[in-house]
């Protein structure tokens, strides 16, 4: 029997309930007379279903996480097993092998004695599935049937199933504050494992970044300090992205919101943010395919010799091209913002649009403006695949925009996607950089908000 | 000269009565030209900016497509091959019962490494792709009549003949092409099996609906999860909550989960579903689990904006014939918020169809070359396929890769312009 089957199978009763108790119910009302009765049909239908599908969901759910220990040791009480070697690892290995031919995701065995242990593996998954779907059904019925006893006009079916209902919208909200505590707790445990490896100080502050002579065995302590991945990251993010997008940004929500018609602005401003719309890995292609041998052509023009095909001029380019409608969007709502008021005042002593807007506008924006732009630098600093394609890889502590350097997140990917154990520095040494990434990101966002905040409270 | 004017007015009006200003003066008229020409300058600049904006908009699609539109067509190359003569070993008797089986033992290799050798002098593999075999098995099961006499079949070209053929390949491809176009054996024709092969080795062999299908599983369980959840942690925090000190907790990791960079949501899967949970790599159950993290706190921050726009007057009415709240809600607030939700909810997902720094955190980059039958066998999805491709050294794969990313931008506009076409239909002034 399937996991979906059985699944299948309580949903079908949970149905059955609904009909029989929302028949049961109406037949009462009939009897009753509406007003005598304290919910309506449905609602008992509802209160029966529920009674039958989660306790029978919640008992599955257990008996999924304990079957494969039962599988395991009934497997293991088999004669067939006495042979296994005892120590752990290679005895877990054929298991899980037997395993998967049993399941059938894997055709033929490698190791002769897994053959042997297939057969009793059979024989125990069905067992075991077996069990727990009977239990199931049995759970499904006992409890159905007891929800379906309480069918009497005065029960208060709605009340309770709008219990239930309650519940589940707290619990979904609830699952942000848990994914915002899996982050954090997987962030600082697996980094503590690092930092137990790795003097934190040495991380932070280090300038040499060569997780590869580490994973070789030439010691950790030197190999890990991350000051140029900072460096990589701050140089694209912050300022190669923010020289390109802070002005095109800005001046485009000038033109679209001061000076546009508006059919113009209609039509400008999807096309704008469809720039935010492109994925990430077009723009790591277009960088790597188009933008960096063309910038490698101009600095090798211009008389740079060691130009690097991979540059970070290339991937903070396009990057700035990327968070152009961020900036933009954050600059139009701070200047729509501004009373109207103020800009006629300017216009009525005479200033030009331009002067009104350079003069006014922009000062009384500024806070707003400023805020978009931090939360852009918080989206570059935190974009992985245009730097992964098109940055590099090589560690540098440079300023020339035209050599290779590389970024928090370029290093996360490289060092996780390889195929290496999870407790040497090495992998552990992505989580630290996740970690300091997290906080940075955070740190702005909330410096972020709280500029454009203040500003929006000014004009209140 | 005109400054000292101006001045020189100024500082009289000081000590004596005011001079009124003279407005048609030179200086005040050069003054005015210089003022009136900022402004154009500021209004140039800004159109620049829109424009530049917009150009690299265009000239990313315009190279692509010059690209990418390259990739969905193949070269194909018009061999005769004389199959009596030929080393095939076909029983006619099991062709007619079970074609599958009589063509995998006929030895079609050593077939078509004769005719190219008698037709051009050359060895297979430097013309035909090593597709050619399934291509030549297919024509033989759809007509095996052919096997009677000498046939001109239609094969795909190798990948150095294809790129050559295309834009600018090797010296001694283009040497090839010039002799077999010479001869007229070169044609053009539609690659079907872009569309509907997976992963490969060859350029030539490669297709998109491996990936494709990945991506499809993986945002059916983005969708299902993420759906539900979003719409009832908004429901919950617009309609319900209490303003206490755990509300506003919610609401903050809401915001700041909305922010996190993507590559972090990774992390988190790697370390909670892959190694606690140890559910499996490279399968589209995490990775939908995890862009459903992700793409929850869009769903929500939409679904509150479209729950707020629901006038107070409606739930009023509602409770003021008798109602409950969970009535109220869920006949009245969210059947005329849902245009509003399903807007967030398609411009949410197009980002998670999007996304690739959290799949590759996960182990959704392995090599794949059959389409996923489940949520938990090993995929891949078209951003993580364009990925690998564009890794790939391979010229033939510049066009395969820009295609790709042409099918997924194919995607992704269409939902954008799904959710546009909502919020315009559906927009209410209440």
Known sequence: MTGVMIVLIIGALGVIGWIIARARATRLQAEVGRLATNSRPTQHGWYVALWTMLPAFAFLAVWA??????????????????????????????????????????????????????????????????????????????????????????????????????????????????????IVASLVFESMRFF????????????????????????????????????????????IAMIVAIPLGLMSAIYLTQYARPTTRKWMKPILEVLAGVP??????????TVAPALRSLAVSLGISNASSESALAAGLVMGIMIIPFVSSMADDSIAAVPQSMRDGSLAMGATTSETIRKVLIPAALPGVVGGVLLAVSRAIGETMIVVMAAGLAANLTLNPFSSVTTVTTQMVQLLTGDQEFDSAKTLAAFALGLVLFVVTLLLNIVALRVVKKYREAYE | MSGETVLDRAAASDRAERVPTDWRGDAMKRRIA??????????????????????????????????GLRGFTQTEVAV?????????????????????????????????????????????????????????????????????????????????????????????????VAKLGDAGALSTAFNIGFLTGSDGTDPTMVGIWGALKGSLITMVITLALSFPIGVFAALYLEEYAPRNRWTDLIEVSINNLAAVPSIIFGLLGLAIFLNVMHLPRSAPLVGGMTLALMTMPVIVIAGRNAIKAVPPSIRDAALGIGASPVQVVFHHVLPLALPGILTGTIIGMARALGETAPLLMIGMRAFVSQPPGGFTDPATVLPVQIFLWSDEVGRGFIEKTSAAIIVLLAFLLTMNSIAIFLRNKFEKKW
Not at chain 1, 92 to 113: D, M
Not at chain 1, 204 to 210: C, E, I, K, P
Not at chain 1, 280 to 289: E, I, M, P, Q
Not at chain 2, 35 to 59: N, Q
Request: glycine share 6%; aromatic share 8%; with cysteine.
């Open chain 1, 196 to 239: 137990s490896m790795v003097n934190p100080f040495n991380f932070l502050f280090g300038l040499n970044w060569s997780p590869q002579s580490a994973a070789m065995g030439y010691g950790n302590e030197d190999a890990f300090g991350a000051v140029p991945l900072f460096w990589g990251t701050i140089f694209i993010g912050a300022i």
């Open chain 2, 34 to 67: 210089r003022r009136y020409a900022a402004e154009r300058r500021f209004r140039l600049w800004g159109m620049a900016a829109v424009l530049v904006s917009a150009g690299f908009l265009a000239f990313l699609l315009i190279s692509m497509m010059g690209n």
């Open chain 1, 65 to 182: 996480n304990v079957m494969p220990a039962l599988i395991a040791d009934s497997v293991l009480a088999t004669p067939a097993a006495q042979s296994l070697p005892t120590d752990d690892f290679s005895r877990n290995a054929i298991l899980a092998e037997a395993q998967s031919i049993a399941t059938g995701s894997q055709a033929a065995a490698f190791n002769p004695q897994a053959t042997e242990l297939v057969e009793p593996y059979r024989v125990a998954t069905t067992r075991y599935s077996t069990m727990g779907a009977i239990l199931a059904a049995i759970l499904a019925f006992a409890c159905g049937a007891y929800a379906l006893s309480r069918v009497r006009p005065a029960f208060t079916a709605r009340h309770r199933v709008e219990k239930v209902v309650m519940w589940s919208l707290l619990g979904a909200s609830l699952i942000a504050i848990v994914t915002t505590a899996g």
């Open chain 2, 80 to 176: 005769p091959i004389d199959f009596p003569r030929s080393p095939a070993l076909i029983d006619p008797a099991v062709l007619a019962t079970n074609p599958e089986q009589a063509l995998a033992s006929a030895n079609l290799p050593a077939v078509l490494e004769q005719a190219t050798r008698e037709a051009f002098g050359l060895p297979e593999t430097q013309i035909l792709s090593p597709n050619a075999v399934l291509t030549l098995r297919k024509a033989i099961i759809s007509d095996p009549t052919i096997l009677q006499r000498k046939a001109t079949v239609n094969l795909p070209a190798s990948t150095g003949l294809d790129v050559a053929m295309k834009s600018d390949g090797t010296p001694a491809d283009e040497a090839l």
């Open chain 1, 280 to 289: 990430t890995v077009v723009y790591g292609y277009f960088a790597a395919l």
